[in-house]
């Protein structure tokens, strides 16, 4: 996974804080946690999700707030 997945993931963008990051992680997180979602699914979502935070919160949040927004790039 990249930054760019990774924030898609989230639902970042490079005018997210690091508050939004923390707030959508905590949301998606709780959505998607194999205790919680008992669908098909839910627990490989939920360490995709938590994949995401890893990455975006060791700097991929930094990078794109410095490239520009996730949404135009593949």
């Known amino acids: 996974m ?3 997945e990774a924030a898609i ?4 963008s490079a005018s997210s804080t690091s508050q939004d990051l923390k ?5 998606m997180a709780t959505e998607w946690h194999p205790d ?5 699914g839910a627990e490989e979502h939920f360490k995709k999700v938590s994949e995401a935070f890893q ?3 060791n700097g991929g949040l930094e990078f794109i707030q410095n490239s520009g927004n996730p949404q135009t790039h593949s």
Request: zero cysteines.
């Open 36 to 40: 919680r979602n008992n669908s098909p």
């Open 23 to 27: 707030r959508s992680w905590r949301k």
């Open 55 to 57: 990455i975006m919160a």
């Open 2 to 4: 990249n930054v760019y």
């Open 9 to 12: 993931i989230l639902g970042i």
